[in-house]
């Protein structure tokens, strides 16, 4: 086995050029699993860790770049205020441990249903930058999902950052599992108020073979609260509209029976998740801070 | 290959390291360092939690080649001398935090880390620091006395020190 350790982006796509069998490694958490359980016994190793431009992000005009290799732990003491949905998916990755070393880029790498980056990266619209030698290319989170673990990469590809607005407004998260700390979700949502668009935004976990978005529910959701004129009045949202999004969200889903839940489990949960961080999004707007319209 | 890095203060060199071998690997087999310990190796119990470049991380997630030039503290890193252990080694000794001990060395590494960058920290913040380490014998209450204990020691130490002109 060999391992590559270019030391900047530029030689980062070189040798991945070069090499397109090379299975890059950042944070480790789910490549080294495979390699001490002898699931995979890849040529090389393509180390990114050294690549600093991979571990920065910057702001601009209202977006965030947000490099691939920025680490969860990162995310939530740096950009919590910027993408609070992202922050809160963070926060519930593994244990402090995992949070120092996982990034966002190695869960899209993954692309495992149950990466819990995905949700929000939907909900947000979030656009994958990926790049090689011949080039750069923007892939929306909505189509770099490609099937169970399959993602929309070129052999000689890697991906360079991830882009999201700064929120505008508020951003959920929520997950089940067994217990708080190191759960894979059973089933998992996301959930984005776009006030200045008048859109919501979605996106389902673990309940799917890939990360997938509600379109209906946002649809539905969004007419409701420009309809009823509920984005400037900031009114109490009807219970009816709450429920008729849960049931939009697991509607959505194709979840499979599994060892961590059935599929009529995660159906219900799904609905249950969708109402309660409405609720808390919708409380949150309420509230005030975010402004009504653009 | 061969891979150099600071342990313990110390460089060391590894030589024949395999490429996809991880960092405890190289810790405990390579270079006579067995106190992080080798249980999942897949990051879910923290018995292997050292330092890297004063981040708590599991040594079986990390490729060895990936700690070449970092610094890593494994808890034989912790004392300051050979005859004195650190304040969280001694609460746990003193608390009865420890019993068949193979989770110790990495709680001992993860509660020195939270002490160093909480202070007196919560119940709450300590579940949360230690939540990435498994034990299965004590049940924690006497984990989070010992925590609680030691911050508390580190804390009454460093008031003192700032009161002494
Ligand atoms: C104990 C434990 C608990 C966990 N808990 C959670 C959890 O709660 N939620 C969750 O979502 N995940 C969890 N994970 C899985 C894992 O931590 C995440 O998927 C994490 O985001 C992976 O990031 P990484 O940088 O460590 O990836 P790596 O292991 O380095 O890489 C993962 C994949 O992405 C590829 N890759 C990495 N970076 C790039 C790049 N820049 N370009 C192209 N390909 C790339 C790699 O080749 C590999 O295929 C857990 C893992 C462990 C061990
Ligand atoms: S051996 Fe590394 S976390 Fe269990
Ligand atoms: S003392 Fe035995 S596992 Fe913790």
């Given at each position: 086995?060999?391992?590559?350790?270019?030391?900047?982006?530029?030689?980062?796509?070189?040798?991945?050029?070069e090499?397109?069998?090379?299975?890059?490694?950042?944070?480790?958490t789910?490549?080294?699993?495979?390699l001490?359980?002898?699931h995979?016994?890849?040529?090389?190793?393509?180390d990114?860790?050294?690549?600093?431009?991979?571990?920065?992000?910057?702001?601009?005009?209202?977006?965030v770049?947000?490099?691939?290799?920025?680490?969860?732990?990162?995310?939530?003491?740096?950009?919590?205020d910027?993408?609070?949905?992202?922050?809160t998916?963070?926060?519930?990755?593994?244990?402090?441990q995992?949070?120092?070393?996982?990034?966002?880029?190695?869960?899209?790498?993954?692309a495992s249903?149950?990466g819990?980056?995905h949700?929000?990266l939907?909900?947000?619209?979030?656009?994958?930058?990926?790049?090689?030698?011949?080039?750069?290319?923007t892939v929306p989170?909505?189509?770099?999902?490609?099937?169970?673990?399959?993602?929309?990469?070129e052999?000689?590809?890697?991906?360079?950052?991830?882009?999201?607005?700064?929120a505008r407004?508020?951003?959920?998260?929520?997950?089940?599992?067994?217990?708080?700390?190191?759960?894979i979700?059973?089933?998992?949502?996301?959930?984005a108020?776009?006030?200045d668009?008048?859109?919501?935004?979605?996106?389902?976990?673990?309940?799917?073979?890939?990360?997938v978005r509600?379109?209906?529910?946002?649809?539905?959701?969004?007419?409701?609260?420009?309809d009823?004129?509920?984005?400037?009045?900031?009114?109490?949202l009807?219970?009816?509209v709450?429920?008729?999004?849960?049931?939009?969200?697991?509607?959505?889903?194709?979840?499979?029976?599994?060892?961590?839940?059935?599929?009529?489990?995660?159906?219900?949960?799904?609905?249950?998740?969708?109402?309660?961080?409405?609720?808390?999004?919708?409380?949150?707007?309420?509230?005030?801070?975010?402004?009504a319209?653009? | 290959?061969r891979?150099?890095?600071?342990?313990?203060?110390?460089?060391?060199?590894?030589?024949d390291?395999?490429?996809?071998?991880?960092?405890l690997?190289?810790l405990?087999?390579r270079l006579?360092?067995?106190?992080?310990?080798?249980?999942?190796?897949?990051?879910?119990?923290?018995?292997?939690?050292?330092?890297?470049?004063?981040?708590?991380?599991?040594?079986?997630?990390?490729?060895a080649?990936?700690?070449?030039?970092?610094?890593?503290?494994?808890?034989?890193?912790?004392?300051?001398?050979?005859?004195?252990?650190?304040?969280?080694?001694?609460?746990?000794?003193?608390?009865?935090?420890?019993?068949?001990?193979?989770?110790t060395?990495?709680?001992?590494?993860?509660?020195?880390d939270?002490?160093?960058?909480?202070?007196?920290p919560?119940?709450?913040?300590?579940?949360?620091?230690l939540?990435?380490?498994l034990?299965?014998?004590?049940?924690?209450?006497k984990?989070m006395?010992?925590v609680?204990?030691?911050?508390?020691r580190?804390?009454?130490?460093?008031?003192?020190?700032?009161?002494?002109?």
């Amino acid at each position: 086995m060999d391992f590559l350790r270019p030391a900047s982006w530029a030689e980062a796509l070189a040798v991945k050029a070069e090499r397109p069998d090379a299975v890059p490694i950042a944070g480790g958490t789910d490549v080294m699993v495979e390699l001490n359980f002898d699931h995979r016994r890849p040529p090389a190793l393509l180390d990114l860790t050294r690549v600093a431009e991979l571990a920065e992000w910057s702001e601009r005009d209202g977006r965030v770049r947000l490099g691939a290799g920025v680490p969860y732990a990162r995310i939530i003491a740096e950009l919590g205020d910027r993408l609070p949905g992202l922050a809160t998916a963070a926060r519930t990755v593994g244990s402090p441990q995992i949070r120092n070393r996982g990034t966002v880029g190695g869960n899209l790498g993954a692309a495992s249903p149950a990466g819990d980056a995905h949700p929000v990266l939907l909900a947000t619209d979030a656009v994958v930058e990926v790049a090689s030698t011949r080039g750069v290319r923007t892939v929306p989170a909505a189509e770099f999902y490609r099937g169970v673990k399959r993602n929309a990469l070129e052999p000689d590809e890697l991906i360079a950052a991830v882009h999201l607005d700064v929120a505008r407004g508020p951003q959920q998260f929520a997950k089940v599992g067994t217990r708080n700390a190191m759960v894979i979700a059973v089933c998992a949502f996301g959930l984005a108020l776009h006030p200045d668009r008048r859109r919501v935004g979605t996106g389902i976990g673990s309940a799917a073979p890939t990360p997938v978005r509600a379109p209906a529910a946002e649809d539905f959701l969004s007419a409701e609260l420009t309809d009823a004129g509920l984005w400037a009045s900031r009114r109490p949202l009807p219970d009816a509209v709450r429920r008729r999004f849960g049931e939009l969200v697991a509607e959505a889903a194709s979840p499979i029976d599994d060892v961590r839940g059935s599929a009529a489990y995660r159906r219900h949960a799904l609905a249950v998740l969708a109402r309660r961080t409405l609720g808390w999004a919708w409380d949150e707007y309420r509230e005030g801070g975010w402004s009504a319209c653009a | 290959m061969r891979v150099t890095v600071t342990v313990n203060g110390e460089r060391r060199e590894a030589d024949d390291v395999w490429e996809g071998e991880s960092l405890l690997h190289v810790l405990r087999e390579r270079l006579g360092l067995p106190g992080s310990k080798n249980a999942c190796e897949q990051g879910e119990c923290g018995s292997c939690t050292v330092l890297m470049d004063g981040l708590p991380v599991c040594a079986c997630l990390v490729a060895a080649g990936q700690a070449q030039d970092r610094e890593v503290r494994t808890v034989e890193g912790l004392a300051e001398g050979a005859d004195r252990l650190a304040p969280v080694q001694e609460a746990f000794v003193e608390a009865g935090a420890v019993q068949c001990g193979f989770c110790t060395p990495g709680l001992l590494v993860a509660a020195h880390d939270l002490i160093r960058r909480a202070g007196r920290p919560s119940d709450v913040e300590i579940r949360e620091a230690l939540a990435g380490n498994l034990c299965r014998c004590t049940g924690y209450e006497k984990i989070m006395e010992a925590v609680r204990l030691a911050a508390a020691r580190t804390a009454s130490a460093e008031l003192s020190t700032e009161d002494t002109p």
